[in-house]
Each structure stands twice: as structure tokens, then as C-alpha cells.
Antibody
Framework: EVQLVESGGGMVQPGRSLRLFCAASGFTFEDYAMYWVRQAPGKGLEWVSGINWNSDNIGYADSVKGRFTISRDNAKNSLYMQMNGLRPEDTGLYYC??????????????WGQGTLVTVSS | DIQLTQSPSTLSASVGDRVTITCRASQSITNWLAWYQQKPGKAPKLLIYKASTLESGVPSRFSGSGSGTEFTLTISSLRPDDFATYYCQQYYSFPYTFGQGTELEIK
């Protein structure tokens, strides 16, 4: 059974940093693209970032480009998101999602339950 | 970036109704479009990918169509469990994007 467990969220002041983690199990992690998607309270889904199986194709939403960095460790079945220069508008529930394939043409299939990030002074 | 516009934003319907949600892309995405259902407090669930392919385990009352810039999600006969929010998402190119969502509510 596919399992994605996010952690690392919390409350942080504007301008500070957080690192999110996603522990994956139940599938061959190194064979799949992975994604981060967020949802602000009461709002819709926003795609944040994606990474292909071997980390050589990475994309970011314009709203986080230059501040967030996605990475993965296939040996540890783990996905990460380093978030720097956090802003109040980054507040939301951050989901980790498994792709349908290893790279281009892949879409999110399975989602974790999310980790909550709150940016406030 | 590719923008996706869903309509309507809210849809009121009754059990048994046939409903259609539209998703328009700002440029051609061929058929690289997925549809998700989300219920309050839950993670999204994949319904359809490649514009019209039903994900395994999803009831056949759900169907998708379209290509290029215009897509639709149709539920042929609403069940009580279908009242939720629906999102389209393009995976044609980074950055991927979602539509703003369509809330399907009970009339």
C-alpha cells in the first residue's frame, strides 16, 4: 500500500525557514516523480513544485521560485522541500504526492495527509 | 505559465442530476489534463487522467472529455457521495497548474 507521510510543518515568523519532509513507502520510490501541492485555509489547490525520478528535471510555481528548493533522496525514500524567506501567503497545508510515472507526462496520483505551515508574526 | 479556468465556481444540483464542469486552458495542453475530487478535511483523489481515462476504482458515472484548450468533467447521475469540490490540473509543462475549483453542492 502506498504511504506518504509529511512532517516538518509548524508556525514560523515571516522571513524564516522551514524544511518539509515526506517519507514514502509501499512503492519503488526511485521510479516515480514526486510533487508538493499546497492549500491555503479555505482556498483551492496550488501546485508548488515537482521533481522527476533522478532530480534532473525540477519545476516551481512562480510564487515560490528562488525561495523554495525541492530535493529527494532515493536511498532514503524521502522527498524534501526547503522553504526560505517564508511569507504569510505561504501559509497552508502542504501535501506530498506521488507521480504516475518517472518524469514528463506524470501527474499526481497518491497524496499524503499534509503538514501545516503557518507563517505569522 | 498555463492558466486553467473552471466554470462554474459553484454548482447546485440534486441527487440523480447530470452535471458538467468545464475547464479551459490558456494554451493547448493536448490531453495532459487530470481531474481530482476533494472532500472537506481530506486529500484530493484522482478521478481522471489524460483528459478522459478513468482512474482505477472510480465509478463509471464519472467521465471526462476534451483536448487542446477545452475540457469537461461529467457526472451522469449524482450520488450523495459526489458532493465535493472538483479541480482540473494540467501536466503538459512545468509549472503545473490547477483550476480554481468547482464546489458541487446539494440543491
Amino acid at each position: 500500500e502506498v504511504q506518504l507521510v509529511e512532517s516538518g510543518g509548524g508556525m514560523v515568523q515571516p522571513g524564516r525557514s522551514l524544511r518539509l519532509f515526506c517519507a514514502a513507502s509501499g512503492f519503488t520510490f526511485e521510479d516515480y516523480a514526486m510533487y508538493w501541492v499546497r492549500q491555503a485555509p479555505g482556498k483551492g489547490l496550488e501546485w508548488v513544485s515537482g521533481i522527476n525520478w533522478n532530480s534532473d528535471n525540477i519545476g516551481y510555481a512562480d510564487s515560490v521560485k528562488g525561495r523554495f528548493t525541492i530535493s529527494r533522496d532515493n536511498a532514503k525514500n524521502s522527498l524534501y522541500m526547503q522553504m526560505n524567506g517564508l511569507r504569510p501567503e505561504d501559509t497552508g497545508l502542504y501535501y506530498c504526492a506521488k507521480g504516475s510515472g518517472y518524469g514528463s507526462g506524470s501527474y499526481p496520483v497518491y497524496w499524503g495527509q499534509g503538514t501545516l505551515v503557518t507563517v505569522s508574526s | 505559465d498555463i492558466q486553467l479556468t473552471q466554470s462554474p465556481s459553484t454548482l447546485s444540483a440534486s441527487v440523480g442530476d447530470r452535471v458538467t464542469i468545464t475547464c479551459r486552458a490558456s494554451q493547448s495542453i493536448t490531453n495532459w489534463l487530470a481531474w481530482y475530487q476533494q472532500k472537506p478535511g481530506k486529500a484530493p483523489k484522482l478521478l481522471i487522467y489524460k483528459a478522459s481515462t478513468l482512474e482505477s476504482g472510480v465509478p463509471s458515472r464519472f467521465s471526462g472529455s476534451g483536448s487542446g484548450t477545452e475540457f469537461t468533467l461529467t457526472i451522469s447521475s449524482l450520488r450523495p457521495d459526489d458532493f465535493a469540490t472538483y479541480y482540473c490540473q494540467q501536466y503538459y509543462s512545468f509549472p503545473y497548474t490547477f483550476g480554481q475549483g468547482t464546489e458541487l453542492e446539494i440543491k
